[in-house]
């Protein structure tokens, strides 16, 4: 059994870790099974795909406003009453690279992790370019956006029952194929202990890797609680985790880019709050650990749509105003609620996603097993030929 997995470009963000945490599942479950990771873009164009990263993270943090509004126009467009325009800027250069990726690897099953890989294949699908291969969409935010193929994938891993509704009811894709899993993540962040009893003793601050928090807000927020410990993860953002190490603030420790599950896990285990931005795979994370979430700034395009299904829902709560952080930090009340209502929305996950790629491989393989019959032996004779099932496996 082979399989490929499509994140976008090489960058530490939602949709690559969504692959990993899928990759682990699947090799945990079926250890004989390939399983090979492909970033489409990096695949496509190393430069290209250099470039798009950098050039994306230029504009999120310099022009917030303009990348709003273009992923509102081209990512959203459909579902704010006008026609589908993304579909019409993906060159044939990435239908010919897919269909040229595909028919090389021979998958038996392929992952999309990100909308753009998902769409070429879609189209590649309704153009009748590629055979039927079965597909998988394992979404990374709270919400479906217009680039995903939807009826031309078989399979998907959606983050909750409100998208399994749209799924079915606008895109007509089956009950059976949709499997309500959350957003993918490694299997050490499922579990939680029971949270600490409040006031707050330790609150974890992600999203330094954007500037989350100017270095003024930090060193107003520490020092005004002084008996929280505060833990700043500052990603890959050098300059900004030297500054506040600069300050010596003895209730913070600083941490820069994490790369062990572990010690990530410790991290979680250990907070009582955490501060953050509604990046789909932190905040699932943050979900399944019973982590309450204050959320003080977001990216542009998809995070602030995930800000407004998380405060809906009551699983997290959103500061426009960053001194009332302070006020926030001693509503015990508000936590409490906040922990119910992350109980009740974890207990709407009808499927795990070792459920669900169990079922899946099943229909699929299941469909692949052909009878044959052993080569004649002329020392047993007629009753040497037995009929075995052989599955069909690369």
Known sequence: MKIVIF?????????????????????????????????????????????????????????????QKAYRFFIMKEQNGGKKHVRRFSPLYFERKMRSLIEEEEPDLLV????????????????????????????????LNDVWAKSEVMYHFVPHPGVRDTLMETYSVPERNIFVTGIPVKKIFKSHLRRRSLPLRNVLVAGGNTGLFDIESIASLVNAFPDIHFTLLCGRNIEYKQRLEHFGFPNVTVKGYIESCEEMNALYEQADAILTKPGGVTIAESLYKRIPIMICNHLPGQEQINLQHLTECGVATAITDRNKVSELLTDTVQFERMIEQMDAYVGQLKSDVEGAIEQVVRREFTKRVVPYYKPWDWQTGLKGMKKIPRQLQR
Not at 18 to 27: D, G, K, M, W
Not at 54 to 61: A, E, G, L, T, V
Not at 114 to 140: C, D, M, Q, W
């Open 7 to 67: 994140p976008f470009f090489r960058f530490p963000s939602g949709h690559s870790k969504v692959a990993e945490a899928i990759e682990e599942r699947i090799l945990d479950m079926y250890p004989g099974a390939t399983v090979k990771t492909v970033d489409f873009l990096t695949y496509c164009n190393g430069l290209l795909g250099r470039f798009v990263s950098s050039f994306y993270m230029k504009m999120i943090n310099t022009t917030p406003e303009f990348y």
């Open 112 to 143: 999309f992790t990100h909308s753009f890989p998902s769409s070429i294949f879609g189209r590649l699908v309704r153009k009748r370019k590629i055979s039927s291969v079965p597909a998988i969409n394992a979404y990374t935010d709270f919400f």
